[in-house]
């Protein structure tokens, strides 16, 4: 018996020492951005401690964090007190389950902004927390090669394609690098980076002949891609590996390079294509879910995450861009600087062509994503005809739109009614 | 079995055989070992040095990573999370089990496929999945947050193991034992615990090292349904995905370490089975 | 107590557990996957399921990996487990390092054999000291799915041959030593007393290890997703996207149903092939 009441032993002894650290009165903040650990570490030190009331900051992924959220709403009681998420996230839940915040008195400076936190519904159901938005990073190194007649601020497709061509004659590596791995974040690039670009449109023009065009060019700057681009989810780790020297990704996701050898990499503006430069906003908010424990609480959380100061804070933890009207300091870490000039230059270049993010697809969110996905695995991984499979895809998407009856957003033409596949 | 290390036995082992075996053992522990020292020497390297081609051979002994994660609060607490958790599905896992892989062994019973069925489906239906209806009744009862609560559902884990591994422990000691100690005068009860239960009792660390480790590593269920009272592996790991190379690495190890210490401690009793079979 | 009611006493902890923790969720869960939007009966969404493009893809690979990788598996831990029953110095030690990855999770593995697969890392650092390549190779991309194929199931055959390998110890343990040294007298060899002798009297923990090691080979998942990004998909990967990317429960309910029942299948047929005899005697 020995080895049993040992174990018995062990296990009071343990339950004994183990004093619960019961959080009382803290918010609990229920997030699925700034999860790196560093990232988290900061949020807790930098930017939640001037919180009054005391915050527990959790950063979860998204499956606990859905997971947990809808165990609450379903057992009509809960310990979440604010909900950190991207626009996506609260599209896909029912606006049923958040607290209207209207009346809070906060609001991004973008109307725009504002009026997707409304998730289709005359009141703010989360209010609009940081932004960001996709560019292109590359190795200094890699700068060498840049085609005689391009420009790094106004690049093309061709250009691009023409630079990665030129860095993989020299290095004999395809040196091109995407973030086509299980979490990076591919969809975005084809919905409002490509087509935009080529199409001028993401939903009627889905399987246009610029479509199609669209497709062959990926391919072409595929040729010079990292064939290992599909165990790529985090450009960064590329990037200071040397494995790509010109990259794609989310500007946070691109942050760790930046600021681990700032003298080392630039970042640029994402190419232009003949409907001009499509480029594409990412929007987190925070909101409160209808269980919170402690809703004023709650709310105080919510307006503290608007303040100015919180907002400038953040952004240097997370690279995640002020939603507010701020003056920005001077001594922003080398990836904000970077990051910010790139979306500025982006979003201030005579051809830019901005698309929104997917507005009224509810809980189909992840499957119009799906559409692209697999349209990219067929088409590129599969060597596939693009006709065909766009042909086939089309049936996929338009079923998804006439499902959700969800308008056009830009830049497709607006729509009566559902979004028509044309 | 023993003239592997005399080699004076009734007929000795060629050289040549022996050659092979030794440097066979070695290949397998080298085998096990080298992926695990690839995870120290990034562990104890600088950022830089993590990103770097080729990589070198030899720690560099940079304490960086290591030190961000002892900084991390609430890393202790998790820790001791982690640890009770674990304890207590041992525990639970070995005395609910136990009893029912000695049936399964010693007694045919109308059911008692049904009864295998049930057990081997609870590892084949993914836990992620089951975790919101587990969620929704734990918030409901109050077992909600609690080390016990979240010990609860990786014992469901850990039950097919114990009671398998019990069962088939069980299958392998002669029911004659059994049976001569009953006519020695012994009850059912009395044989069991002076017969089988001294000779399964090493063996039953099998088991229990499975449901301490299944425990230590489950990540999801403790993500979901502990939120002040988190575990290590909840605390930690289920952000390692995203966290820059170099943290990931030391994360990992950070995981890994306390498993293998707990292996080590108590692989005495995982071997005091050699006596049995020695006896 | 008679021995009628015994056997049910002794297993009603474990059905009473499991009915509150596991039973009780698996049937909300199961019942979605023959739901439709609607809430009426219908089997549309394993038609949908099935009808997916990946499908065919992740249940040949998720297959093929098992096919590959438990025999392997369990030939090694067999002659791990043997070999180490003829030791008499260091034997603590060897078994100690042979059953390490036991406390390592899948996450943990998947992360350190990428380090070992990744173009710049340990295996192309390794070739290039050698001066066998000139610069790293991309051992991981679509081009070359054997590559990735054999890096998945050395990973996999690392991380999990040491639940086989400890089973099969606890099982050889309790083979009387005796009949090996009668076995000796006899002049048997070595080979012969293993397939006379080791292989029969460890039927029952061969069986065992053998339907733990084939479950949790369907349910394979983080180690795959680390090594084959999105190129190898199998069928939990898809059952965890259905669940969290397109929050389709019922869809995610139908493959893990799936899973379940090709599970059962191969369990059945691993029962039958190594019938333990009733209250089997040694």
Redesign the interface.
């Known amino acids: 018996?020995?080895?049993?009441s040992k174990?018995?032993t062990?296990?009071s002894a343990?339950?004994f020492?183990?004093t619960?650290?019961?959080?009382q009165g803290e918010v609990?903040f229920w997030s699925t951005q700034a999860?790196?650990?560093?990232e988290?570490?900061a949020m807790?030190e930098q930017v939640l401690a001037g919180f009054s009331g005391g915050v527990?900051y959790?950063?979860?992924?998204?499956?606990?964090w859905?997971?947990?959220l809808?165990?609450?709403l379903?057992?009509g009681?809960?310990?979440i007190g604010v909900l950190g998420a991207l626009h996506g996230d609260y599209a896909?839940m029912d606006p049923e389950n958040l607290v209207d915040l209207s009346d809070l008195g906060v609001a991004s400076a973008s109307d725009t902004f504002n009026n997707l936190a409304m998730l289709g519904t005359d009141t703010m159901q989360y209010i609009p927390w940081m932004q960001a938005s996709y560019i292109m990073a590359a190795n200094r190194e890699a700068l060498q090669y840049l085609p005689a007649d391009a420009d790094i601020n106004a690049l093309t497709y061709d250009q691009l394609i023409e630079w990665a061509a030129n860095v993989h004659e020299a290095t004999?590596?395809a040196k091109f690098g995407f973030p086509?791995?299980?979490?990076g974040l591919k969809h975005r690039f084809f919905q409002g980076y490509l087509y935009p670009s080529f199409t001028d449109g993401v939903v009627r023009t889905f399987a246009s002949d610029a479509a199609v065009n669209a497709w062959e060019t990926f391919a072409r700057l595929w040729e010079h891609t990292?064939?290992?681009s599909?165990?790529?989810s985090?450009m960064?780790?590329q990037l200071?590996?040397?494995?790509a020297w010109i990259v794609f990704d989310h500007t946070s996701r691109l942050a760790?390079a930046f600021n681990?050898r700032p003298d080392d990499f630039i970042a640029f503006p994402a190419p232009a294509g003949p409907t001009g430069r499509g480029f594409m906003p990412v929007l987190a908010g925070v909101a409160i879910p209808a269980t919170a424990p402690n809703i004023d609480e709650a709310r105080a959380l919510v307006s503290y995450m608007l303040e100015p100061e919180t907002q400038i804070a953040t952004l240097r933890t997370t690279n995640f861009f002020p939603v507010v009207d701020v003056e920005l300091p001077d001594d922003l870490p080398p990836s904000v600087q970077a990051a910010g000039n790139a979306i500025a230059a982006m979003s201030g270049s005579a051809d830019a062509n901005p698309g929104l993010l997917p507005a009224g697809l509810g809980?189909r969110g992840?499957?119009f994503?799906?559409v692209f996905v697999?349209s990219f695995?067929?088409i590129i991984?599969g060597g596939q005809d693009i006709r065909a499979v766009l042909d086939d895809q089309k049936t996929t998407l338009a079923a998804i739109m006439n499902d959700t009856g969800a308008p056009c957003w830009a830049p497709d033409a607006p729509s009566d009614g559902a979004c028509p596949v044309e | 079995m023993s003239e592997t290390s005399s080699n004076n036995g009734a007929r000795p082992v060629g050289s040549g055989a022996k050659l092979v075996y030794v440097s066979s053992v070695v290949l397998l522990c080298a085998w096990v070992i080298v992926p695990i020292y690839f995870l120290l020497i990034n562990t104890l390297s600088s950022?830089?040095t993590v990103?770097?081609?080729p990589k070198s051979f030899f720690p560099e002994f940079d304490f960086g990573s290591l030190h961000?994660?002892a900084e991390?609060?609430?890393m202790i607490?998790a820790l001791?999370?982690s640890?009770?958790v674990a304890?207590?599905t041992?525990?639970m896992s070995?005395l609910i089990g136990a009893p029912a892989g000695y049936a399964l062994s010693r007694f045919d019973f109308v059911g008692k496929n049904l009864f295998r069925l049930l057990i081997l489906l609870t590892r084949a239906f993914p836990l992620?999945l089951l975790?919101?209806p587990l969620?929704?009744m734990f918030?409901?009862t109050g077992l909600d947050?609690t080390?016990f609560g979240l010990s609860l559902v990786h014992t469901t884990l850990a039950i097919p193991f114990s009671v398998l591994i019990t069962f088939s422990l069980f299958s392998g000691i002669p029911l004659e034992l059994e049976e001569a100690a009953w006519t020695l005068g012994c009850t059912r009860l009395s044989a069991f615990r002076k017969v089988v239960?001294p000779l399964i009792?090493?063996g039953?660390?099998a088991s229990?090292i499975f449901a301490f480790v299944i425990s230590w590593n489950e990540v999801?269920a403790a993500?979901?349904l502990t939120?002040?009272?988190?575990t290590l592996t909840a605390f930690?790991l289920?952000?390692?995905?995203?966290?820059?190379?170099h943290?990931k690495f030391a994360?990992g190890f950070i995981l890994v370490m306390p498993a293998l210490i707990f292996i080590f401690a108590v692989r005495k009793?995982l071997f005091a089975m050699w006596g049995i079979a020695n006896r | 107590m008679s021995s009628r009611i015994l056997p049910y006493f002794l297993i009603s902890p474990v059905v009473i557990f499991l009915l509150a923790f596991f039973i009780y969720p698996f049937v909300l869960v199961s019942q979605q996957a023959f739901q439709g939007d609607s809430g009426a009966w219908t089997l549309s969404n394993f038609q949908d399921v099935i009808s997916y493009?990946?499908f065919p893809i992740s249940l040949r690979n998720t297959l093929l990996l098992a096919v590959a990788v438990v025999p392997i598996q369990l030939s090694l831990a067999l002659l791990m487990a043997t070999m180490v029953s003829r030791m008499n110095k260091g034997r603590d030690l060897i078994l100690y390092v042979w059953t390490i990855p036991l406390g390592i999770s899948d996450l943990a593995a998947g992360i350190i054999w990428?380090a070992i697969f990744?173009?710049?890392g340990f295996l192309n650092s390794m070739l290039s000291g050698l001066g066998l390549i000139e610069?790293p190779m991309?051992?991981?991309?679509?081009?070359s799915p054997v590559i990735v194929f054999t890096a998945i199931a050395l990973a996999e055959i690392w991380r999990a041959t040491a639940i086989m390998l400890v089973i099969l110890v606890a099982g050889i343990g309790l083979i009387p030593k005796e009949y090996y040294e009668a076995a000796d007298v006899f002049g048997a060899s070595k080979w012969k007393q293993f397939i006379r002798i080791t292989f029969p009297l460890l039927r029952p923990s061969l069986q065992t290890a053998l339907v733990l090691r084939v479950i949790l080979a369907f349910e394979i998942f983080a180690v795959v997703?680390a090594?084959?990004?999105?190129?190898f998909p199998v069928l939990m990967?898809e059952t965890?996207a259905y669940?969290?990317?397109?929050?389709?429960s019922g869809a995610a309910a139908a493959i893990a149903l799936i899973i379940l029942g090709i599970s059962i299948a191969f369990t059945m047929v691993i029962l039958r092939v190594l019938r333990v005899p009733k209250g089997a005697s040694i």
Do not use: H
């Open positions: 018996m020995t080895v049993k174990l018995v062990a296990v343990i339950a020492t183990c619960a650290y019961a959080a609990l999860k790196p650990v560093e988290a570490q807790r527990d959790q950063p979860n992924d998204g499956g606990p859905i997971t947990r809808n165990a609450e379903s057992a009681s809960g310990s896909a004999g590596e086509a791995g299980p979490d990292n064939p290992a599909t165990n790529f985090f960064q780790e200071l590996s040397g494995d760790n681990e809980d992840g499957d994503n799906r697999d695995e067929r991984l | 950022p830089e990103n770097s081609f961000f994660f991390f609060s609430g607490t001791k999370n640890i009770t304890l207590l041992m525990t070995i992620p975790a919101l969620a929704v918030i409901q947050d080390t239960l009792l090493p039953i660390t229990a999801f993500a979901v939120i002040e009272n988190r930690l289920q952000n390692l995905g995203t966290s820059p190379l943290l994360g009793y | 493009w990946k990428l990744e173009q710049s610069r991309n051992l991981l991309s679509y081009q997703a090594l084959g990004g999105t190129l990967g965890y669940q969290f990317d397109l929050l389709n």
